[in-house]
């Protein structure tokens, strides 16, 4: 498994950016598919994007379209969010995952390392 480490999270009004990033110690991330997910208080978790080790982004969430994205930078060995235009629905504790696998599948259980998660909160 990978020891995943999530960073960027924080408090932003709404309408603003934040860009989070995932990173792994000891290993190459550019071999796997990373996802990112999200659960807020009292809702399940969800997954937002998802990225091929290929590049191949997939969203998975209809209410982040057209104001997040998911990147990844092979010579630093990070795969990041950006999320433009924020709602307080946005609001949660952002989790960034990995696959065994080379492509996004959408299953869950696809995914088998976790990170700690980082905190995202839109208020005003």
């Known amino acids: 498994q990978l020891q995943l480490v999530e960073s960027g999270g924080g408090l932003v009004q709404p309408g603003g950016s934040l860009r989070l990033s995932c990173t792994a110690a000891?290993?190459?991330?550019?071999?796997?598919?990373i996802g990112w997910f999200r659960q807020a208080p009292g809702k399940e978790r969800e997954e937002v994007f998802c990225i091929s080790s290929t590049g191949v982004s997939t969203n998975y969430a209809n209410s982040v379209k057209g104001r997040f994205s998911i990147s990844r930078d092979t010579t630093k060995n990070m795969v990041y969010l950006q999320m433009n235009s924020l709602k307080p629905e946005d609001t949660a504790l952002y989790y960034c995952?990995?696959?065994?696998?080379?492509?996004?599948?959408?299953?869950?259980?696809?995914?088998?390392?976790w990170g700690q998660g980082t905190q995202v909160t839109v208020s005003p």
């Open positions: 000891g290993a190459i991330l550019d071999f796997y598919a």
């Open positions: 995952a990995s696959t065994l696998r080379r492509a996004c599948s959408g299953s869950v259980s696809s995914f088998t390392s």
